[in-house]
């Protein structure tokens, strides 16, 4: 049995957080599905928050437009003049799709080459 079980829960904590913070932790408790209490244990002792079902829908979504982009670019046999702009078009849409699926904010990563 893990340590981690509801039965040993009587001790309580008490976090300050912002009202912005709070409603943060809130929606992001909310969209992985658990309560407020659960996601922060969840995610404090070490565990992925994980994705909800719709998350992960959209995310299958986003990389699927990504592969249909690359595979345009792919076979894209011999460019026509010109052509550099679309293919760099598809690029920044793939990057753009890409900072979606970024789970840190893009300004906080390392800027891009």
Known sequence: MSPFNKANRTAQLKVNVSS?????LMQKAAA???SLSDYLRHVGLGA?????PVQVLQMVGLLEEALALLEEIAQQQVPAEGDGLVILARLQRIEQLLVLLAPVPF???TSAC
Do not use: L, P, Q, Y
């Open 107 to 109: 300004d906080t990563r």
């Open 20 to 24: 912005t913070e709070k409603e943060v």
């Open 32 to 34: 992985a599905g658990r």
């Open 48 to 52: 992925r928050a994980g994705a909800s």
